[in-house]
């Protein structure tokens, strides 16, 4: 069984900074790439931010100079350093762990930035 254990979210005003932290523990191997995604009220879920074992990353356009997304192999840890935060960053953020033929996801952690 897999455990992926997110932490970081919380209120802050536009244009402050918060970081999203997600570990991954239990029967989990072979990890391929971790990322962030994020749900809007209303919206569909959207990529955020990625990262592979290999340290390549991507990122939405929306995000993109304002985010950055890092990972610690050794701790199966993936974080998500994000600045000059606006109210349209406001939604649930999920880690979602790519994993040998297998995907797990967070519970998701709420991010909301007051204008």
């Known amino acids: 069984q897999v455990q992926l254990v997110e932490s970081g979210g919380g209120l802050v005003q536009a244009g402050g900074s918060l970081r999203l932290s997600c570990a991954a523990s239990?029967?989990?191997?072979?990890?391929?790439?971790m990322g962030w995604y994020r749900q809007a009220p209303g919206k569909q879920r959207e990529l955020v931010a990625r990262?592979?074992?290999?340290?390549?990353?991507n990122y939405a356009d929306s995000v993109k100079g304002r985010f950055t997304i890092s990972r610690d192999n050794g701790k199966n840890t993936v974080y998500l350093q994000m600045n000059s935060l606006k109210p349209d960053d406001t939604a649930v953020y999920y880690c979602?762990?790519?994993?040998?033929?297998?995907?797990?996801w967070g519970q998701g952690t709420q991010v909301t930035v007051s204008s």
């Open positions: 979602r762990v790519d994993w040998g033929r297998y995907v797990s």
């Open positions: 239990g029967s989990i191997f072979s990890i391929n790439a």
């Open positions: 990262i592979t074992s290999g340290g390549s990353t």
